[in-house]
């Protein structure tokens, strides 16, 4: 109860501040020109400072990195005219991410194949807000701290391309940069909107610079009855920042956040039950008794310090955060965790002239870690009973990389990066867990293994990533790039712990690794827009997991040699412009974004050449859009996976595909209003939407309660006011 009225109170602080001061403040229109791919170019430029550079300052960084990248601006009409529920929506448009959503906030994220059979939460990527990792210190996470509404650009970075942040995972990095006093759409803003599954949600957000002083502060409260039964979601959030600007060259900026998360989780089906009855939920799941009444609900806090130096030549930035997370989520079991990640990250970047070429060039470092005590008990019905584990988790990770871009000519960069790391995994069972037998009248018993000895474990994780690249621009707006690039996945504590029967154990599995190469380009001419980048991963020791029980949690294995190879592909073309009338600024913009993955077993000893479960081979989105200067946006798609992934690495179930129709439309409105309204799955196809993977479906004793159904027919809309 204290949780929910600490956020509850900070929501309503944030719309005391809007509204007092409504009267003094000028209407600011948010615009920006909707680009076919997710750049998006604003009108004008918008005013930052040296810890949040403004939206276009962003977009040039991003532009300079050698390699794919993406950026999505919060000004772009496909995000303002949308009902953004959660990372699936914010990011649909970037190509080669594949994002799904599972129920609620939870949702499947993977680049280039990156945790690409993990069945929960996430792997493979870092999660950053402002650069600074939401991740836990062993690598997983989840995207409950992640605000839908609260950023004011996504970047993203593939693969080896994240090393700006020393990253060196497979997937790269997605990092919402939030909107300060300076960057946002608008001095205060308060926005409702809501729709089907008994779906609303309320944002306030109130920004001022007062002198060398500046904050921003942005609360979101978010309720849905959720499409399939039992998975009500409810979250509180708070976001924030205060930045102080000592003189020119010298500023701090202060984030924080607080976090209330409460999620009933419906599990998994079998396919004959998701074409009949997508709606049902996973028996085990929903049931009373024990393993019954599953659920997720996380308290979370975040704070965290940029401060910046501008030299004459070069810049420091040094970062630093603290996260706590206490969750309690009864499942299999009573996951009763609480925890901390803490971490400092220093880094140096400037150009210089060197003999007459320009030098590009940053240097940094992250020293961070993190402890969790980890409680597992018998779950009756959601309540605690009996303990099972009593164990500690500690981490600490020791990263230096650096990277330099040497411009031989104006129009070509050679680039050269590498990052060294040194990653701890330590694992204390504290044991004391005597054998004992938990029964209810009509529900049976269950009974806990004798566990009374203290077992401790390690691991250390090391290497050296090196990265190769060189950067073309023939013209201004046109990229050509090619690079090289190493990876490095470590394993987390899900991996390294997994769980047969009551007991906990730990597995010291290898780290990943992999070589990728690219080749892409990006630009624009004359009326076409595009983004294109081929891929091509060779990786050793990929973690893998499949679904062995439904009262189990996967189990993670080292797959000698696999292959990751697509295309990811953006583009778009003014189809039809100044449709109303010379200069009348309206046009027709046709677009699409199509992702090719190829990821196969190498001479694998048990599935020769299959391909890997979990993520279809083709993913395409088509949208064709019609604006006008003065707001009104009209934009029908479809969304179309020819054939769904295989559910199985033995490849003897593959789920089926689907086509999903869309229309999404808004309009500015006088004194600074504006309205949209998005409908999703028109036809009300049922489909799967994510996989839990299996090694084979074929045999009689394969768990095939794995499939997470998307949303039926569905519509939502929203009313905006900005002041």
């Given amino acids: 109860m204290s949780r929910q009225k600490s956020v509850g109170g900070a929501v309503a602080l944030a719309a005391t501040l809007a509204a ?84 609620g906030q939870e949702v499947r994220l993977s680049v280039r194949g990156s945790g690409i ?55 790269g990095a997605v990092n919402f940069v939030s909107p300060t006093a300076y960057t946002a759409l608008a001095p205060d803003i308060v926005r409702l909107d809501g729709g089907s599954f008994g779906t609303y949600r309320g944002q306030v957000q109130a920004s001022r610079v007062i002198g060398p002083l500046d904050f921003l502060v942005n609360g979101t409260f978010f309720h ?24 020119p060259t010298a500023e701090t900026r202060f984030y924080f956040g607080a976090y209330y998360t409460r999620q009933q989780l419906p599990g998994a089906i079998d396919l004959a039950t998701l074409r009949t009855n997508p709606q049902a939920g996973n028996p085990q799941s929903i049931g009373n008794g024990f393993g019954g ?93 009996t303990q099972t584990l009593n164990a500690r988790q500690d981490v600490l990770n020791l990263e230096g990389y650096a990277e ?20 701890t995994r330590y694992y204390q069972d504290l044991g004391g867990i005597p054998r004992s037998t938990v029964s209810v009248p009509g529900f049976g018993s269950q009974t806990v293994s004798a566990d009374l000895t203290f077992k401790s474990d390690n691991v250390v994780y090391s290497g050296v990533v090196p990265k190769l690249g060189v950067l073309w621009a023939p013209r201004p707006d046109i990229q050509v790039y090619a690079d090289v690039t190493g990876s490095r996945d470590v394993p987390d504590f899900s991996d390294l712990t997994p769980t047969i029967l009551t ?35 060779k990786l050793r020791d990929e973690l893998l997991q499949f679904t062995t029980n439904p009262n189990i949690p996967a189990t993670t294995f080292n797959a000698a040699r696999t292959l990751h190879q697509g295309i990811e592909f953006a583009g778009g073309v003014d189809v039809l412009r100044d449709l109303t009338g010379p200069g009348a600024g309206d046009a027709v913009i046709l677009s699409q974004v199509w992702t090719w993955n190829q990821f196969f077993f190498d001479n694998d000893p048990q599935f020769g050449n299959n391909r890997i479960a979990g993520i279809p081979e083709h993913v395409l989105r088509t949208t064709i859009a019609y604006r006008r200067p003065d707001g009104l946006y009209i934009a029908p798609s479809i969304d179309w996976i020819p054939k769904g992934a295989f559910a199985d690495f033995a490849n003897t179930l593959q789920v089926p595909g689907y ?27 049922r489909y799967v939407s994510d996989i839990s993977t299996i090694v084979n479906a074929s045999l009689p004793a394969a768990n095939r309660s794995i499939f997470y159904p998307g949303d039926g027919r569905s519509v939502f809309g929203g009313l905006r006011w900005t002041f």
Avoid: C
């Fill in 224 to 247: 849905s009855q959720g499409y399939r039964i039992h998975s009500q979601s409810d979250y509180d959030q708070i976001n924030g920042n205060i930045g102080y600007r000592f003189s």
């Fill in 503 to 537: 007991q906990q154990r730990f597995v010291p599995l290898k780290q990943q690794k992999a070589w990728t190469g690219e080749i892409g380009t990006r630009g624009r001419w004359d009326r076409f827009l595009w983004d294109f980048t081929a891929f091509r991963s």
């Fill in 20 to 103: 007092s001061t409504a009267a003094a403040q000028q209407a600011v229109q948010p615009g920006g020109v909707l680009l076919p791919t997710v750049n998006v170019e604003s009108p004008a430029e918008t005013k930052g400072s040296l810890t949040g550079p403004s939206v276009d300052e962003q977009r040039r960084q991003m532009e300079a990195v050698v390699g794919s990248v993406d950026f999505v601006d919060a000004a772009s009409p496909a995000i303002q005219t949308r009902f953004v529920r959660d990372i699936p929506d914010a990011l649909r448009d970037v190509p080669g991410v594949f994002a799904q959503t599972r129920y």
């Fill in 404 to 423: 330099n871009r040497f411009f031989v000519v104006p129009e070509v960069a050679l680039m050269a990066g590498v990052k060294g790391f040194s990653d």
């Fill in 293 to 385: 009444n599953q659920a997720r609900d996380v308290f979370a806090q975040r704070i965290a310090n940029r401060t910046s130096l501008a030299l004459d030549w070069s810049r420091i930035d040094i970062d630093s955060w603290f996260i706590h997370k206490d969750l309690y989520h009864p499942i299999f079991q009573v996951v009763d965790q609480d925890g901390y990640t803490w971490g400092a990250a220093p880094r140096l970047s400037g150009s210089a002239m060197i003999g007459g070429f320009r030098n590009d060039f940053f240097v940094g470092g992250r020293f961070w870690g993190g402890h969790l005590v980890d409680q597992r008990f018998i779950n009756f019905n959601g309540t605690a009973q």
């Fill in 659 to 685: 086509v999903l129709l869309g229309l999404q439309a808004g309009i500015d409105l006088p004194h600074n209003f504006s309205i949209y309204v998005d409908a999703r799955n028109l036809t009300n196809r």
């Fill in 117 to 171: 059979a993990r069945g929960f939460h996430l792997r493979g990527i870092e999660v950053l807000q402002d650069g600074i990792p939401v991740n836990n210190a062993d690598g997983s996470g989840d995207f409950y701290q992640i605000d839908p509404l609260f950023f004011r650009s996504i970047e993203v970075f593939k693969g080896g391309n994240a090393l700006i942040f020393g990253s060196s995972t497979l997937g």
